[in-house]
DNA sequence: CATTATTTGTGAAATTTTGCACGGATATCT
DNA sequence: AGATATCCGTGCAAAATTTCACAAATAATG
């Protein structure tokens, strides 16, 4: 159960697993094969399984798994078994969405604080009840109200530095909107949601289909 | 230059280079090193060499590669020498976000048709200037206006139905927003834009790293 | 209770992806 | 011009990841 082992693709897959284990819960299905769940999640059962192998072995010979406790256990694995406290830079129409957004808060991630540089934003309170703060006093509210998670919705021109703050104030992960490579300190972690990049996928599939 | 022989990732990877020769060459730089860039990006630069190799031959040995040129290569390999007409499902928060986001015209991406099953909201001009169509008429529209991607921004409930749509108005590559994984026939590309797989990802590297 | 049908967990093979290291091409310097 | 330094393109090896295939465990059947 060594961190270093286990592949980033794993951890992805199992936060996948999750979500279709928590839609057949939902079903009230109780059990399920590795080879109907490989289906719904569009996954080699094999993959499935050793995924599951690299933390212990949670089904049984024979019958499958029982869809709860393999949900309960992934989530447990993943660390979802808390709340976790993000922090949001940029309050566009992106930041906007993403605070208002319900998905987060009903899988346990909670916008504790938002912030911005523009004077005509700061002070506000949004819909969601959070009042922007000013960008400069992060490091304090970072601190005060124990934000582990950095979120960053600012323009690209504004993400490194939005970067560097969160880094000094002490966090130690964070999610990039921004269309940027961000420069962070070994030990940080750092995923990019991008979707210019998934577009240029889908433009490229498209052009070669063409021939 | 075979299609099924180039892996996925290089082609992320492209994009992701494409990005930052854009930087480069808005700070007027003209040639740049495989090291370089591969500083830039966080990748190894044998990496970048063997990415483009896939394609042809860009650099010059004991220079590196023109900067502009490369970024013109990249993007015509990419597929972006061309506007790319995107329908969106699904105005809700995130969908309006989407659709005033400017960095997707920028990049050469149009949203050219926005659709929303709720009655209120169907018939409305956005600020950004499409008017919303009933989800009912996207065939339609679809084939009308030559809509090339889909960008589905429903709930997940939602989600799959309005893919089936997609398809069957022929439209061949669809970016998901929708935390779910959706059923697709052979040979459509389907890319998934996922918030909490992304935060599950930084949430077990806390869990992990507090040990 | 033995036989048959499932389905997990896993070693080993197959495949994919990455990274090294070096030949060859280009530029610079003395 | 020759020597030196730089840097691309690529064969090859290493590493990582996926998939196969089968033993072991469980349940169902007659």
Known sequence: MKFSKIPA???????????????????????????????KCGINPAQ?????????????????????????????????NKTWKMALVGIGNLGLALV??????????????????????VGR?????????????????????????????TPASKAQSAAYRFISAGVKALLNFAPIQL???EGMAVENVDFTVKLDNLAYHLTMAET
């Open 9 to 39: 693709v794993t951890i992805t897959r199992l936060s996948i697993y999750s979500r279709c284990l928590e839609a057949l819960a939902q079903e009230d299905v109780k059990i399920i094969a590795s080879d109907k769940l490989a289906q």
């Open 48 to 80: 499935i399984r050793k995924d599951l192998a690299y933390f212990g072995e949670f089904g049984i010979r024979g019958v499958g798994y029982f869809v709860k406790e393999l949900l309960f256990e992934i989530k447990r694995i993943l660390g979802l």
């Open 100 to 121: 208002a957004h319900e998905n987060f808060i009903r899988q346990g991630y909670e916008f504790v604080a938002v912030f911005d540089v523009d004077p005509a934003k």
């Open 125 to 153: 309170r949004l819909p969601s009840g959070q009042v922007i703060y000013n960008l400069e006093d992060l490091d304090q509210v970072v601190k005060e109200k124990g934000v582990e998670i950095g979120v960053i919705a």
């Open 183 to 185: 420069q962070v300190p």
